[in-house]
Antibody, heavy 120, light 110 residues
Framework: QVQLVQSGPEVRKPGASVKLSCKTS????????LSWVRQAPGQGLEWVAW????????NYAQRFQGRVTLTTDRSTTTAYMELRNLRYDDTAVYFC?????????????WGPGTLVTVSS | QSVLTQPPSASGTPGQTVTISCSGS????????VYWYQQFPGTAPKLLIY???QRPSGVPDRFSGSKSGTSASLAISGLRSEDEADYFC???????????FGAGTKVTVL
């Protein structure tokens, strides 16, 4: 069965960086892309970025350009998201989700989410 | 303010049909596929409808999706108490080159 297991909660100060992981299993990693979606407390869903499982191509939401980097490790079928220069409003739960395609919005399997808290 | 517009709330009594709208434009819904997600508090979203009107296996046929022009809808028929959740529409946007979500609609079963 498809599983996405995410790393544990993080607390960072403003201006710091955080790197989250998403370990996948149960499917061919290179056959699907993966997106990161975040949800601030009490708010809706916001797409952050996408990475192709085979190509490693990336697409970042404009508001995160320059602050976020997605990478993958095919050997461990793990995806990573690094977010830099953290701000208070980056406090959110960050979900990784298997993504069928770059120009689609089909997230068919989700990780449980990682809470990132930005606090001084 | 989201590019995809959803009503913030919808409600109905058990057995009724509730319909949630998602309004966009030619750069997103009008030219791309629409997806719907269901989310319960404290949990990850779940894919409910894909490719405008397709249900993944395991999703009850009480849930149905449709699309017309630059708008889409999710209908929940035979409403049950366990349908009380947040519902989000999503689509790709050609102009923004981004995946978009609506702001979400909270469904309450009265």
């Amino acid at each position: 069965q498809v599983q996405l297991v995410q790393s544990g909660p993080e607390v960072r100060k403003p201006g710091a960086s955080v790197k989250l992981s998403c370990k996948t299993s149960g499917y061919t990693f290179t056959s699907h892309g993966l997106s990161w979606v975040r949800q601030a407390p009490g708010q809706g869903l916001e797409w952050v970025a996408w990475i192709g499982g085979y190509s490693g191509d990336t697409n970042y939401a404009q508001r995160f350009q320059g602050r976020v980097t997605l990478t993958t490790d095919r050997s461990t079928t793990t995806a990573y998201m690094e977010l830099r220069n953290l701000r208070y409003d980056d406090t959110a739960v960050y979900f990784c989700a298997r993504d069928e395609g770059q120009r689609l919005a089909k997230f068919d399997y989700w990780g449980p989410g990682t809470l990132v808290t930005v606090s001084s | 303010q989201s590019v995809l517009t959803q009503p913030p709330s919808a409600s109905g009594t058990p057995g009724q049909t509730v319909t949630i709208s998602c309004s966009g434009s030619s750069s997103n819904i009008g030219n791309n596929l629409v997806y719907w997600y269901q989310q319960f508090p404290g949990t990850a979203p779940k894919l409910l409808i894909y490719k405008n009107d397709q249900r993944p296996s395991g999703v009850p046929d009480r849930f149905s999706g449709s699309k017309s022009g630059t708008s889409a809808s999710l209908a929940i028929s035979g409403l049950r108490s366990e349908d009380e959740a947040d519902y989000f529409c999503a689509s790709w946007d050609d102009s923004l080159s981004a995946k978009l979500f609506g702001a979400g609609t909270k469904v309450t079963v009265l």
